[in-house]
């Protein structure tokens, strides 16, 4: 809600760039990654059909730059035509690092009562909050 408002009061006198998910070395993608290449279990958060738009950061980078140089203003979305889901995108990275591992489909709202409750015991914390974010907006 504050990022749909703050976006709407820069977008005419500023530049706002919204990226899907930024694949390169590091950052979440390559938390998730890391993950799938690492375990046997992975979590996929409900039914894992939540829509993604990728982006590579070298593609960001030069989409920044030429914005820059042309002084644009306005809120721009920038990301691949193609809507991959989340379980769609984990299958991808898995069959590209040649990796079989299992998909264990959880509850968010599971995961948010357990991160509440538990807090730093819970097991793949890191990486379920990183993917709560990404998916919810926040784990809260």
Known sequence: KHKFLLEKE???DHLVIKPGLVIGKSGLFSRIENEIKSKKFIPVLDNGLQ????????DLLRIIEK??????KGVFPVASQKVYTFLELNELIAKQNHKSPFFVFVSSKVISFLIKILGNKLPVKIFIYDVLILILGTYE
């Open 10 to 12: 820069l977008s005419s």
């Open 51 to 58: 829509p993604f738009q990728i982006i590579h950061v070298d």
């Open 67 to 72: 914005s820059i140089l042309k002084e644009l």
